[in-house]
C-alpha cells in the first residue's frame, strides 16, 4: 500500500536554527497537509497546501514557517528560526482530495528536538 | 475557533471489557473522522460519519453520530490487547473548506491482559 514518508526521524537542533523536515506525499494525492504534536497532547493542524499554494494557515504557522513543493514529489516544511517550543512531532498528510470523506494518510513523523 | 471535545482523557481496561470515547461539539459538526494512534505511530484513519444518527461498525467497533449532529463515539466490544492506543475524533473541514482536520484531544486506551 503506498505510503506517505518523511524524512528524517528525528531532528535535534540548536535553538535558533533553520529546520527543513521533509516529506514525500502519495503519488496521486494532491492534497498535503502539515500537522504537529507536542509530546502527550493532541495533533493540531498547521498548514494545508493545493497546487502549489497555501490554502489555509493555523496561527501557529506564523512568518518563521514555509512550505514549498519544490520538484514535484517532495512537500518541505522549514522552520526559520527555531525556538524551544517547536519541540514536537510534525506529521505530513496527504489525501486525494479535500472533500468531505476522503481520510487523510499520515507519514511516520519527524520527532523534533530543540536544544 | 473550532473546538472538539473528547473525553476521557485516559481509561484502563481489563482485556476483556468494553471501551467507549466520546467526542463532543458545541457548533455542529460537518462530519467526524475517527482516528487511531498506536504508541510512538502515527494517526490512521479508521471511519468518517457524516449523515445524522448515523452508525458505522467494523468487527468489534462501533461509530456513532449524534442526531443534532454535535456528538459521536467509538465504542469497543471485548477490548483486546491489539486495541491499545490513542483515539481521535476529527472534524474535516469545519467552517473551510481546505480539507484540515481539527482533532479532538485524544483518548489513550490502555488494555491489561
Known amino acids: 500500500e503506498p505510503e506517505v514518508t518523511q524524512t528524517p526521524s528525528h531532528q535535534v537542533t540548536q535553538m535558533g536554527q533553520e529546520v527543513i523536515l521533509r516529506c514525500v506525499p502519495i503519488?496521486?494525492?494532491?492534497?498535503f497537509y502539515w500537522y504537529r504534536q507536542i509530546l502527550g497532547q493532541k495533533v493540531e493542524f498547521l498548514v494545508s497546501?493545493?497546487?502549489?499554494?497555501?490554502?489555509?494557515k493555523s496561527e501557529i504557522f506564523d512568518d518563521q514557517f514555509s512550505v514549498e513543493r519544490p520538484d514535484g514529489s517532495n512537500f518541505t516544511l522549514k522552520i526559520r528560526s527555531t525556538k524551544l517550543e517547536d519541540s514536537a512531532m510534525y506529521f505530513c498528510?496527504?489525501?486525494?482530495?479535500?472533500?468531505?470523506?476522503?481520510?487523510?494518510?499520515f507519514g511516520d513523523g519527524t520527532r523534533l528536538s530543540i536544544l | 475557533g473550532q473546538q472538539v471535545m473528547q473525553i476521557p482523557q485516559y481509561q484502563h481496561v481489563q482485556e476483556g471489557e468494553d471501551f467507549t470515547t466520546y467526542c463532543n461539539s458545541s457548533?455542529?459538526?460537518?462530519?467526524i473522522q475517527w482516528y487511531k494512534q498506536r504508541p510512538g505511530g502515527h494517526p490512521v484513519f479508521l471511519i468518517q460519519?457524516?449523515?445524522?444518527?448515523e452508525v458505522k461498525k467494523q468487527k468489534r467497533l462501533t461509530f456513532q453520530f449524534g442526531e443534532a449532529k454535535k456528538n459521536s463515539s467509538l465504542h469497543i466490544t471485548a477490548t483486546q490487547t491489539t486495541d491499545v492506543g490513542t483515539y481521535f475524533c476529527?472534524?474535516?473541514?469545519?467552517?473551510?473548506?481546505?480539507?484540515?482536520?481539527?482533532f479532538g484531544q485524544g483518548t489513550t486506551l490502555q488494555v491489561k491482559p
Open positions: 503519488s496521486n494525492h494532491l492534497y
Open positions: 497546501f493545493y497546487n502549489n499554494e497555501i490554502s489555509e
Open positions: 460519519l457524516v449523515k445524522s444518527g
Open positions: 498528510a496527504s489525501s486525494v482530495n479535500r472533500v468531505n470523506g476522503q481520510p487523510q494518510h
Open positions: 457548533t455542529t459538526l460537518s462530519n
Open positions: 476529527a472534524e474535516a473541514n469545519g467552517s473551510s473548506n481546505t480539507g484540515k482536520l481539527i
